[in-house]
């Protein structure tokens, strides 16, 4: 099923929750919505399932109007943060609960785990009691499935796992998809665009790839958690940082730049920027540091593990240009 969303406004009193939202979601395509606690993305998912009424702009689904059609009447699927299952029924009470013809071994067996009908919901962990949630909203065979953190409550390892198994499962059964999260990484894992909310407002459209190499928007950088974020003059294809300068393609002018912490370059040889180790943090493969120049922010560097220098060293430090990206200037947070 397609998707569109169009001028969609919310207001909670003079509280603007959605402002002039324009979203295109093509059949098949997995997209994750992602942004702070309070940018919007759980209004939006209301708002595209009937649960909550737009102040202004249009729902079209398949190309039908649906703005005024009720939820049960769209063929979308829900699945909440909390994944609401009822703790008196069985799982295979629960699935049946979102459709009473539900194939309940095969949905089981979509979510891996084939054997767990008639167990008390009680007695799963909640990575089972997840998959069944997912089970109960797949029942109906919504032709958009939407999500609201999924994985919300699980520990960091077993989030890892089943963003994969999601994905896998998605892919299979060629359903849309509307995932909100608002942990970067599992967005990225789990779709083919991501959709980044600030403030009510798309702060940014794109495929994981095209948002992670260059954001729209000093926000979304520092969302996705780029630290290395500074005001920079650029001068004939130089900019010149805090933290020294480096060549840019970019139009002379005050920009934001962001350094990519893998682009900060350290070295034991003597040049003209020179720094103090303050922190040095082991991370398996590799150690991330951070310098302090001068006054300057402190400067985020991934080093690889063989040759990262300790707690207090004195290093010198260089820009890669490959890893610096010049933000636009007239960012709208
Ligand atoms: N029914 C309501 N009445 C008043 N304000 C509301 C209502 N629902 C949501 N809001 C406000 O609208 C804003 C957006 O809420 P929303 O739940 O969409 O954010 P979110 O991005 O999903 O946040 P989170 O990640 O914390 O779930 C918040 O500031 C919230 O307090």
Same mark, same amino acid.
């Given at each position: 099923m397609s998707l569109s969303?169009?001028?969609?406004?919310?207001?909670?009193?003079?509280?603007?929750?959605l402002v002039d939202v324009e979203l295109e979601v093509a059949e098949h395509e +997995?997209?994750?919505?992602?942004?702070? =606690?309070?940018?919007?993305?759980?209004? $939006?998912?209301?708002?595209?399932?009937?649960?909550?009424?737009?102040? !202004?702009?249009?729902?079209?689904l398949d190309g039908? &109007?649906? %703005?005024?059609?009720?939820?049960?009447?769209?063929?979308?699927?829900?699945?909440?943060?909390?994944?609401? $299952?009822?703790?008196?029924k069985d799982v295979a009470g629960n699935i049946r609960f979102g459709n009473t013809r539900a194939d309940v071994a095969s949905l089981l067996s979509l979510v891996g785990l084939?054997?767990?009908?008639?167990? !008390?919901?009680? %007695?799963? =962990?909640?990575?089972?009691?997840?998959?069944?949630?997912?089970?109960?909203?797949?029942?109906? =065979?919504?032709?958009?499935?939407?999500?609201?953190?999924? $994985?919300?409550?699980? &520990?960091?390892?077993?989030?890892?796992?089943?963003?994969?198994?999601?994905?896998?499962?998605?892919?299979?059964?060629? %359903?849309?998809?509307?995932?909100?999260?608002?942990?970067?990484?599992?967005?990225?894992? $789990?779709a083919d665009r991501v959709v980044v909310m600030a403030g009510g407002r798309i702060a940014q459209v794109g495929t994981p790839r095209e948002v992670w190499e260059?954001?729209?928007?000093?926000? +979304?950088?520092?969302?996705?958690?780029? %630290?290395?974020? !500074?005001?920079?003059?650029?001068? &004939?294809?130089? !900019? &010149?940082?805090p933290w020294g300068t480096v060549a840019v393609a970019a139009a002379d002018g005050s920009h934001p730049v962001l350094v990519r912490p893998a682009g900060v370059l350290l070295s034991t040889e003597a040049d003209d920027v020179t720094g103090v180790v303050e922190v040095a943090t082991f991370a398996g493969?590799?150690?991330?540091?951070?310098?302090?120049?001068?006054?300057a922010p402190s400067l985020e560097a991934h080093c690889p593990a063989a040759t990262a220098p300790a707690v207090g060293e004195t290093v010198s430090v260089r820009l890669d240009p490959a890893q610096t990206v010049v933000l636009p200037r007239n960012s709208s947070e």
């Open positions: 969303v169009s001028g969609v406004s919310v207001r909670f009193g003079a509280f603007p929750a +997995v997209v994750a919505v992602l942004g702070p =606690s309070g940018s919007g993305k759980s209004t $939006l998912l209301r708002v595209i399932a009937g649960l909550q009424e737009p102040s !202004a702009g249009r729902v079209v039908v &109007d649906v %703005t005024r059609v009720p939820p049960h009447r769209r063929g979308v699927g829900l699945m909440f943060q909390d994944h609401a $299952l009822f703790t008196h084939p054997d767990v009908g008639p167990r !008390a919901v009680v %007695t799963l =962990s909640g990575g089972e009691q997840q998959r069944v949630a997912l089970a109960r909203a797949l029942a109906p =065979s919504p032709k958009l499935l939407m999500l609201d953190e999924p $994985l919300g409550q699980l &520990d960091r390892e077993l989030r890892e796992r089943l963003v994969v198994e999601l994905r896998r499962l998605f892919v299979r059964l060629g %359903t849309t998809v509307l995932a909100v999260t608002h942990d970067q990484r599992e967005a990225f894992a $789990l260059q954001p729209a928007s000093e926000f +979304v950088a520092r969302f996705l958690g780029f %630290t290395n974020v !500074a005001p920079a003059v650029v001068r &004939d294809g130089v !900019a &010149d940082t493969e590799r150690v991330d540091v951070l310098v302090k120049i001068g006054d």
